[in-house]
T-cell receptor
Framework: AQRVTQPEKLLSVFKGAPVELKCNYS??????LFWYVQYSRQRLQLLLR??SRESIKGFTADLNKGETSFHLKKPFAQEEDSAMYYC????????????FGKGTHLIIQP | KAGVTQTPRYLIKTRGQQVTLSCSPI?????VSWYQQTPGQGLQFLFEYFSETQRNKGNFPGRFSGRQFSNSRSEMNVSTLELGDSALYLCASRLGTAQDEQFFGPGTRLTVL
């Protein structure tokens, strides 16, 4: 069975400090990995996906198949980054649902 | 372009009742997925519909069912409600393929008393 683990429920960092939200997964095949974000009073929205390999709002994430990880990083945190972040996995290929981690609440302190 | 809409936004039911939730996808999107979000289990996939057919299903009991209409609107039904069904139910739509981005609705908050 596929599983996504986000070990930190809450992560608090100061503005300007680096941020790393951890995500580990278990899946026997070749998964597609995503990061979703939910800002206060807004909908869940896609932040980035590993196949696009782009940087969104200064965030990047690299898929490490050896460590089965997909950590989200940003070199300099901004107050507007405060939100809930969810790592998600899809088995890819055909249509299927997303398997989500429990989420990490990121708080950026001024 | 209007986003995914869900109705109703809030619902209170009692144990044993049944409930129907509705989701209108973004215009042109043919796939609709449903998720249940609870504090204990987080976000869990219920099922996905594409062109009026259930394409994939999560690990939920048969009390949870859904359907999709020819205009891509989808409904989710839960029969014989249990206290544990209290949750936020999210709907997401996408164009159609697994590579397409999923866009989420605001959710329906269901409370079972």
């Amino acid at each position: 069975a596929q599983r996504v683990t986000q070990p930190e429920k809450l992560l608090s960092v100061f503005k300007g400090a680096p941020v790393e939200l951890k995500c580990n997964y278990s899946y026997s095949g070749s998964p597609e990995l995503f990061w979703y974000v939910q800002y206060s009073r807004q909908r869940l929205q896609l932040l980035l996906r590993h196949i696009s390999r782009e940087s969104i709002k200064g965030f990047t994430a690299d898929l490490n198949k050896g460590e089965t990880s997909f950590h989200l990083k940003k070199p300099f945190a901004q107050e507007e980054d405060s939100a809930m972040y969810y790592c998600a996995l899809s088995s890819g290929g055909g249509a299927d649902g997303l398997t989500f981690g429990k989420g990490t609440h990121l708080i950026i302190q001024p | 372009k209007a986003g995914v809409t869900q109705t109703p936004r809030y619902l209170i039911k009692t144990r044993g009742q049944q409930v129907t939730l509705s989701c209108s996808p973004i215009s042109g999107h043919r796939s609709v997925s449903w998720y249940q979000q609870t504090p204990g289990q987080g976000l869990q996939f219920l099922f996905e519909y594409f062109s009026e057919t259930q394409r994939n299903k999560g690990n939920f009991p048969g009390r949870f069912s859904g359907r999709q209409f020819s205009n891509s609107r989808s409904e989710m039904n839960v029969s014989t409600l249990e206290l544990g069904d209290s949750a936020l139910y999210l709907c997401a739509s996408r164009l159609g393929t697994a590579q397409d981005e999923q866009f989420f609705g605001p959710g329906t908050r269901l409370t079972v008393l």
